[in-house]
């Protein structure tokens, strides 16, 4: 006898899934479509599923509407998955580049009134001072700062120096005129550096010169030095590399400068690195910021008249405290000063000339000869 099973109404035989499970299988069709189904038919099954769900959130919003008379109205439906596949599929925007040559283009373009002036200055300086295009093509190999060598190192000192201001002031140029002066400092080491090789190939068609690997690595460190401190930040602000100019007074009688050139000789040249307070954020409040510390280095004994004059082979190393002339000048400060003149045009190129250019009298230095060779 068969058992008897109470009989199921209708009602209960067509009542729809609940509204997760039908989800779950909605889902799986949309996903079987995307996977197995022709163009387009993807589209179809997600447009079902989204129907689907909109219809059982608006079921669903009803009912709870029913129940909660002051509910707070449904949150708006997400945006349509076509869409989200549109973006998706959008080409990505390509990343900027820090260094290009279409900025170097226009880094030279911007320039291009300085880099004429540098190049004329040096057009009068090599073909009056320096002999170009007396001579055929020759090479020489010159030695950095051995006993042996013509000028003990200071050419080799120069040639960097050299190098590192123009590249500073190209730099400083760039950012003052170009649209996108973003590798700036690259540019000008890069130009800097260029002028520099091409003056050391003139050289080689000057007999009292002639062409050096050595110096055309000099010209390199002095590029590279520039580069680094326009990169690293506070660098510049603490940092500077000048020549100083020495007064008879700090020479030993007989030695004089009368060559007639428009750059001193080797024998009255000192090279100072100044390291300022006023780059210092805790001392630039206090009267440190007035005080520079010295490293500087010259050699004596090398040039023709030093030596028909017994001058002794000697180099020195020094170190000193100084004043920073810009920050006493110019600085913001209690100390009345020129800082509301700042600005003005003579007043930048007296900042830029003391930015390079070590003044004498304005330091306090002790030397210490490390090497003295009497002949």
Request: aromatic share 10%; charged share 20%.
């Given at each position: 006898?068969?058992?008897?099973?109470?009989?199921?109404?209708?009602?209960?035989?067509?009542?729809?899934?609940?509204?997760?499970?039908?989800?779950?299988i909605?889902?799986?069709?949309?996903?079987?479509?995307?996977?197995?189904?022709?163009?387009?038919?993807?589209?179809l099954?997600?447009?079902?599923?989204?129907?689907?769900?909109?219809?059982?959130?608006?079921?669903?919003?009803?009912?709870?509407?029913?129940?909660?008379?002051h509910?707070?109205?449904?949150?708006?439906?997400?945006?349509?998955?076509?869409?989200?596949?549109?973006?998706?599929?959008?080409?990505?925007?390509?990343?900027?580049?820090?260094?290009?040559?279409?900025?170097?283009?226009?880094?030279?373009?911007?320039?291009?009134?300085?880099?004429?002036?540098?190049?004329?200055?040096?057009?009068?300086?090599?073909?009056?001072?320096?002999?170009?295009?007396?001579?055929g093509?020759?090479?020489?190999?010159?030695?950095?700062?051995?006993?042996?060598?013509?000028?003990?190192?200071?050419?080799?000192?120069?040639h960097?120096?050299?190098?590192?201001?123009?590249?500073?002031?190209?730099?400083?140029?760039?950012?003052?005129?170009?649209?996108d002066?973003?590798?700036?400092?690259?540019?000008?080491?890069?130009?800097?550096?260029?002028?520099m090789?091409?003056?050391?190939t003139?050289d080689?068609?000057?007999?009292?010169?002639?062409?050096?690997?050595?110096?055309?690595?000099?010209?390199?460190?002095?590029?590279?030095?520039?580069?680094?401190?326009?990169?690293?930040?506070?660098?510049?602000?603490?940092?500077d590399?000048?020549?100083?100019?020495?007064?008879?007074?700090?020479?030993?009688?007989?030695?004089?400068?009368?060559?007639?050139?428009?750059?001193?000789?080797?024998?009255?040249?000192?090279?100072?690195?100044?390291?300022?307070?006023?780059?210092?954020?805790?001392?630039?409040?206090?009267?440190?910021?007035?005080?520079?510390?010295?490293?500087?280095?010259?050699?004596?004994?090398?040039?023709?008249?030093?030596?028909?004059?017994?001058?002794?082979?000697?180099?020195?190393?020094?170190?000193?405290?100084g004043?920073?002339?810009n920050?006493?000048?110019?600085?913001?400060?209690?100390?009345?000063?020129?800082?509301?003149?700042?600005?003005?045009?003579?007043?930048?190129?007296?900042?830029?000339?003391?930015?390079?250019?070590?003044?004498?009298?304005?330091?306090?230095?002790?030397?210490?000869?490390?090497?003295?060779?009497r002949?």
């Amino acid at each position: 006898m068969t058992p008897a099973y109470p009989p199921w109404p209708a009602r209960d035989i067509l009542r729809p899934l609940p509204a997760k499970p039908r989800r779950r299988i909605v889902a799986a069709l949309a996903c079987l479509g995307a996977v197995a189904g022709p163009p387009g038919a993807p589209d179809l099954f997600l447009s079902s599923a989204l129907a689907t769900e909109a219809s059982d959130e608006r079921r669903g919003s009803r009912a709870k509407k029913a129940r909660t008379p002051h509910a707070k109205p449904p949150a708006p439906a997400p945006a349509a998955l076509a869409d989200r596949r549109t973006v998706a599929t959008a080409p990505a925007p390509a990343p900027p580049t820090f260094y290009s040559m279409n900025q170097l283009g226009d880094h030279l373009w911007s320039v291009r009134w300085e880099l004429a002036a540098v190049g004329g200055a040096l057009a009068v300086i090599g073909f009056k001072d320096w002999g170009w295009g007396d001579s055929g093509f020759k090479f020489i190999e010159e030695g950095y700062f051995a006993k042996n060598t013509r000028h003990g190192g200071m050419d080799k000192i120069g040639h960097a120096f050299s190098t590192f201001v123009i590249a500073d002031l190209i730099t400083d140029r760039i950012r003052a005129n170009a649209a996108d002066p973003t590798g700036a400092q690259i540019t000008g080491a890069l130009v800097a550096f260029g002028i520099m090789g091409l003056a050391e190939t003139l050289d080689g068609f000057a007999g009292r010169h002639r062409f050096s690997r050595e110096d055309i690595a000099a010209n390199a460190v002095g590029a590279a030095f520039s580069m680094i401190r326009n990169t690293i930040p506070g660098m510049r602000e603490k940092l500077d590399w000048r020549l100083m100019y020495t007064p008879s007074n700090y020479e030993r009688p007989g030695i004089t400068t009368a060559d007639g050139g428009f750059l001193p000789t080797y024998e009255r040249q000192r090279y100072v690195m100044a390291l300022k307070g006023s780059g210092f954020a805790s001392l630039k409040s206090t009267p440190l910021r007035y005080v520079e510390l010295h490293a500087g280095f010259d050699v004596r004994g090398f040039e023709k008249k030093e030596r028909a004059l017994g001058y002794p082979i000697e180099r020195t190393f020094y170190v000193g405290v100084g004043l920073n002339l810009n920050e006493v000048l110019f600085g913001q400060g209690a100390l009345p000063n020129l800082s509301k003149h700042k600005d003005t045009l003579p007043a930048k190129l007296a900042q830029k000339t003391f930015e390079y250019i070590q003044v004498p009298y304005t330091a306090i230095y002790a030397g210490n000869r490390f090497s003295t060779i009497r002949r």
